[in-house]
């Protein structure tokens, strides 16, 4: 009640505006509602991952029901991901401010949305041993300050840790770079580009472990692939893959 009282009493001074754009929000009390952080405008940008998708990369099918994909048949990753939301307006630019502009404010803004489609399947029918969000290179963390598929995995798991594994970020380091410049470069080169970049410090720690790789957003699946791998090859048993959201290309719709 008192952090209600306070939070009302600072929007009085500070009134809520939308997290990307700048026009003001209605005083709501549930933070956890997505109607919380956007405007009408913004929030109807925001496009949800349909029900059908792709179970091992998860393309998402609006025609059809859930199958594995033509690519998947052909070139099967080494995990089976979930995303919550397509990579486009509203949560694109979310994204992009909280990774390039070091606003924080986007995190509980995210994982409102995520929320529904991440964490509520997984407990209890999707035993998880541990969740590793995906980690960034000593010299990428330090341009940045922090790590954002960090903060999205505590956000969005923290609520449900009496239920769920815990958040740990000593079974995947990422001790150097690859190439840094990946945007345009194709799912192949993209993959060429990561190789070698990860490691798995305490392999006693996975052995026949089941895990959640974490991250905010799935385009190729290369850097996410090659971790996973680094993990199975490590001893993991399972590795499941979550993102806030997923790069849909042109055609799929």
Known sequence: MIKKWLQAALDLFWP?????C?????????QGDPAAHFCPECLATVARMPAAACPLCARPFYNTASHVCGDC????PPYAARSALIYQGAVAHSIARLKYKGDLSQVPT???????????????????????PLPLSPRRLAQRGFNQATELARTLYRPWRAKMARIDER???????????????????????IRGCFQAPAPSLIQGASLLLFDDVLTTGATA????????????????LATVARAVMRGWQ
């Open 16 to 20: 809520p505006v939308c997290a990307t």
């Open 22 to 30: 700048p026009r003001p929000l209605p005083l709501r009390d549930d």
């Open 73 to 76: 048949l052909k070139n099967p």
């Open 110 to 132: 995210l994982a409102a949305l995520a929320a529904p489609a991440l964490v509520q399947p997984l407990a209890p029918s999707e035993p998880i041993d541990a969740i590793i």
């Open 171 to 193: 079974l995947l380091a990422r001790p150097a770079d690859g190439d840094l410049h990946l945007a345009g470069l194709s799912g192949a080169s993209r993959r060429q580009a």
């Open 225 to 240: 692939g090659e971790a996973a791998r680094t993990l199975l090859e490590a001893g993991a048993g399972r590795v499941t």
